[in-house]
């Protein structure tokens, strides 16, 4: 424990924070008389209506109505709902201004540079919105995107929620079957994806894939070819594929109708990442989504109309949808494609000063990558509106901390943030009245009634590590998942261990600064570079091949990260060599990401499971780290375990 803080807000910060303007409208609706973030933060979850209800007015939400009814069901997890008289439509509050104002900026690598308005910007979703209605797309209708985190994505995502319809993606470096495990269970009707996209210098084509991809999705009736990497896109290569100018030609810009649906109808499709089977489609509600997204922006990221807000992220990562929302606070979305590498690890702080960033979000990994290289931005960029810096997609190391203040700035505000796609939102982060302290998230966010567990469900006091737990209701709680009756893998993945609580899965502890660690998945879940994998998706490509029986996948926890280990079974009298282990690699890389490819494989004889077949990761990861098995008994091998222990590769 660190004797001062790294950062400290000045009084006059404080003072002209969001957080500070929402407290006095606080007390002044309620008679309260909060003075800092600590009661706010008690008074919010003692107060769900009346602070959801205050976030509304704050954020100036625009709907048809709000209803009366704030919290229905509010002792209920799941089964509460916010809102639930509530009419409006999430496009038409992130499209509040038409003028000349910047709405987005993008660099595609060092090969594109575009600014659209938010005149533009509205114009461009009226036009694709006409489009996707010609199409037959309408409330409910998926439409899907395998697209770069570029404008189109943004204008496809608000054209189809303008419509009450439902908006899904991930990111061009999925192979096919990664998209096909997603998009095929969701049905969508229009796909949009691009030529092509550009990664550390070179020219990654799309197309093929799309065409294959295409066999695997029935329902599509419509492929929306963006060109990005060539000025005219083959889209003809694609079934049902057309250019976006031929596709947008026949609609002039207009006023947009947009439609105003329900609180909870559904904008967002997610991905969990597949631990058990295909990856869960967790189904996200709009008004949820606004609500959530608008009150990081404004009170915990202090987010500002006018700021210029940039998240490194890919269409696949819940933080492209949070970043989208901060046009619903009038700031400009900054988006960056490609490589964060370029330019030695320059080119995201390029970005930052050539475009006056306010709000610089990446990975801790980022973190760490450049500073083992000794990137120093502090010293070659001028970065004078730059006011916080958000770390989340893995827990970020004190050093990092260290690292950011030394090299990359000294007066700024250090979020590290977590939450997850389970929620499309966080539940501890940024509190801009607050000092940030080293190795530590600031403070559990508004609203969100976060505690520490044990296993047996008893509230843990600061400083004890356990089960990062919520034990009230959130208005992104999801809808459920995509075809899950009765709501069985819903109540499973969140609600099983701790009745009525919400078990996020993540390891962690309550500062004494009521501040947050996080230790890292509490499951099985792989997470190198903060990058959620799932197991099964690494071993529906893995045994593809002929020589290798069965599989067991795990993270080892490997100089302050996580790295991929694959451990084989392979058939009788054969051995795993260089060749064997390069086509291991191959087919999960083709088939999935470069994220899914173990940095180990080795060979086992046996695999420990249950009795009831279920191989056992959490009992491997165990022993590889010299941790106690908990229940060997009830494996039916237990003495596969011994194949795993003290393997001399893996020190």
């Known amino acids: 424990m660190t004797e001062a803080p790294l950062w400290t807000p000045s009084p006059e910060r404080v003072a002209a924070s969001n957080v500070t303007a929402f407290t006095k409208l606080v007390n002044e609706r309620h008679g309260t008389k909060l003075t800092d973030y600590t009661s706010l933060y008690r008074w919010s979850c003692d107060h769900l209506e ?54 987005i900026v993008f660099w595609g690598e060092d090969k594109v540079r575009r600014h659209l308005t938010t005149r533009e910007l509205y114009d461009e979703v ?44 991930c990111s061009p470096d999925f192979g096919v079957q990664g998209v096909c495990d997603r998009f095929g269970q969701v049905e969508p009707k229009v796909l949009v994806c691009c030529d092509g996209y550009y990664y550390n210098g070179k020219v990654v084509e799309t197309l093929s894939r799309i065409a294959e991809i295409m066999g695997h999705l029935p329902t599509v009736k419509k492929v929306v070819v963006v060109p990005y990497v060539s000025e005219e896109p083959a889209a003809s290569s694609v079934p049902h594929g057309v250019t976006l100018a031929d596709f947008l030609a026949p609609f002039p810009a207009k006023d947009i109708a947009f439609r105003r649906m329900p609180f909870n109808h559904p904008l967002y499709i997610l991905y969990s990442s597949g631990t058990t089977g295909v990856p869960k489609c967790i189904v996200h509600s709009a008004g949820g989504v606004l ?9 915990h990221c202090d987010v500002k109309a006018g700021d210029r807000v940039f998240y490194f992220t890919t269409c696949g990562w819940m933080m492209w949808n949070w970043l989208v929302t901060a046009l619903g606070v009038n700031a400009a979305l900054l988006l960056y494609d490609g490589s964060p590498f370029l330019g030695r ?93 080293r190795g530590e998230l600031q403070a559990r966010l508004l609203g969100m009634a ?27 709680m999801p809808l459920g998942f995509w075809n899950d009756p009765g709501d069985a893998k819903y109540r499973a993945a969140y609600f099983e261990k701790y009745p009525n609580v919400w078990r996020h899965g993540d390891w962690s502890e309550i500062t004494p600064h009521d501040g947050m660690i996080i230790y890292g998945r509490s499951d099985a879940v792989l997470n190198p570079g903060g990058v959620r994998i799932g197991t099964a998706e690494i071993y529906r490509q893995v045994e593809k091949l002929d020589e290798v029986l069965e599989s067991i996948v795990i993270g080892q926890d490997w100089q302050k990260d996580v790295r991929v280990v694959l451990f084989v079974r392979l058939r009788d009298g054969l051995t795993l060599d260089e060749a064997l282990a390069k086509r291991i690699r191959e087919v999960i890389r083709v088939n999935t990401t470069t994220r899914h490819v173990p940095a180990v494989i080795l060979q086992v004889t046996d695999i420990p499971r249950t009795k009831s077949n279920k191989i056992v990761e959490l009992a491997v990861r165990a022993v590889v780290h010299g941790q106690p098995i908990k229940n060997a008994e009830a494996l039916a091998n237990p003495e596969a375990l011994e194949q795993f222990r003290n393997r001399p590769e893996l020190a």
């Open 345 to 437: 690890g320059n080119v995201l702080f390029d970005f930052a000063a050539a475009e006056d960033m306010t709000h610089f979000g990446t990975s801790a990994k980022f973190i760490d990558a450049i500073a083992k290289v000794k990137v120093e931005p502090i010293r070659n960029h001028r970065l004078p509106e730059l006011r916080a810096i958000l770390s989340t997609g893995s827990p970020l190391a004190a050093e990092g901390f260290d690292y950011v203040y030394s090299k990359i700035k000294k007066d700024v505000q250090l979020s590290s943030i977590s939450g997850g796609t389970d929620l499309v939102a966080c539940f501890a982060g940024g509190a801009p009245t607050r000092p940030v302290w």
């Open 50 to 103: 009346d602070f959801w209800i205050a976030v509304w007015d704050f954020s100036a939400v625009v709907a048809e109505t709000r209803g009366k009814v704030a919290l229905a069901d509010g002792d209920k997890m799941p089964g509460a709902r916010f809102f639930p008289d509530a009419k409006l439509n999430f496009a038409e509050n992130l499209l509040r201004r038409r003028d000349d104002s910047d709405a």
């Open 450 to 476: 976060v505690e520490i567990f044990d296993d047996d469900g008893r509230v843990l006091p600061q400083g004890q590590k356990g089960e990062l737990v919520c034990v009230k209701p959130f208005p992104t």
């Open 126 to 169: 009226s036009r694709f919105s006409q489009a996707l209605s010609a199409a037959g797309v309408g409330e409910g209708d998926r439409v899907a995107a395998f697209m770069p985190n570029m404008p189109e994505t943004v204008i496809a995502m608000l054209a189809t929620a303008s419509l009450g319809a439902t908006f899904t993606s």
């Open 291 to 299: 609500l959530m997204h608008l009150k990081e922006h404004l009170l």
